[in-house]
């Protein structure tokens, strides 16, 4: 936790490399302050094709599943940072977003935690 999934048009990779951009999406996600980095994982999702608005457009939108106890504001604040961080690498591509969920804490099970 917290997991960081990428999903985007297969284009945008021509511009900045898919390594590359899990890194930055790794640091960003460090640069909150919220998060311990080894429960951070990034990862991406391409897509060959896809429509925004009804035509063929670049788009990257990443979604963020977190635990929850955080509060709007800083949720708000990472949501910002990556965007703006996506726009810098990705100039040409007007399709950027990002949203954050939460995971609650009393249902949540991992490996670790059975013992």
Known sequence: MPHFVMECSQDVFEQYGEVDVITDIHRIAMDSGLFNEA?????????STGLVGGTD?????VFAWIMDGRST????????AMVRLLSQRYPNV??????????????????????
């Open 57 to 61: 457009a670049p788009f990257i939108h």
């Open 73 to 80: 504001g800083q949720k708000a604040a990472l949501s910002r």
């Open 94 to 115: 007007a399709n950027i977003a990002m949203n954050v969920s939460e995971f609650e804490k009393a249902s949540y099970c991992n490996r670790r935690m059975l013992g």
């Open 39 to 47: 429960d951070i994982k990034v990862r991406v999702r391409p897509f």
